[in-house]
């Protein structure tokens, strides 16, 4: 009696694997998958209800890839809400002066600075104005800022 044995492929393509969008399989068997796929998977897992396994059978991933993903990417899709502008402060410019107005003022700030009085800064936000005179602290400037900025 003579058997015959049926030699089988296992790094052929099946006909699935290469229909799905987003699956390349390389010369050695090995499959990728892009971004846009994974962040799919990723996304069908955030369903509530939803078992990873479940997902990753149906994909014929390993469900412990997916949960990878899900580490990886799960930031991504958690960040895609709108973020707030950021509020914009009015600033009001004044027309040029002439030069000799120009050297009148630096004259008057320079008397002003030998007397003890500094430049000031005017900050008008929300309706409420602020006048800052004399020497200015960057640091305390900047938090009074940020604290005014997420009201």
């Given at each position: 009696?003579?058997?015959?044995?049926?030699?089988?492929?296992?790094k052929k393509r099946t006909e699935?694997?290469?229909?799905?969008?987003?699956?390349?399989?390389?010369?050695?068997?090995?499959?990728?998958?892009?971004?846009?796929?994974?962040?799919?998977?990723?996304?069908?897992?955030?369903v509530p209800g939803t078992s990873?396994?479940?997902?990753?059978?149906?994909?014929?991933?390993?469900?412990?890839?997916?949960?990878?993903?899900?580490?990886?990417?799960?930031r991504a899709l958690l960040d895609?809400?709108?973020?707030?502008?950021?509020?914009?402060?009015?600033?009001?410019?004044?027309?040029?002066?002439?030069?000799?107005?120009?050297?009148?003022?630096?004259?008057?700030?320079?008397?002003?600075?030998?007397?003890?009085?500094?430049?000031?800064?005017?900050?008008?936000?929300?309706?409420?104005?602020?006048?800052?005179?004399?020497?200015?602290?960057?640091?305390?400037?900047?938090?009074?800022?940020?604290?005014?900025?997420?009201?």
């Open positions: 009696m003579v058997s015959t044995m049926k030699m089988v492929d296992t699935q694997s290469e229909s799905v969008s987003g699956v390349r399989i390389n010369g050695t068997g090995r499959r990728t998958f892009t971004l846009d796929y994974k962040l799919a998977v990723v996304k069908e897992c955030s990873v396994a479940a997902v990753a059978l149906r994909h014929r991933i390993n469900a412990n890839l997916v949960r990878r993903w899900i580490v990886r990417h799960g895609t809400k709108p973020k707030p502008n950021p509020a914009i402060l009015p600033v009001t410019i004044e027309a040029t002066a002439s030069a000799a107005e120009v050297k009148r003022r630096d004259r008057s700030q320079a008397r002003q600075r030998r007397r003890g009085v500094g430049a000031g800064i005017e900050i008008e936000i929300y309706g409420a104005r602020i006048h800052l005179r004399g020497g200015i602290d960057v640091e305390a400037l900047r938090s009074v800022l940020e604290v005014l900025a997420q009201r």
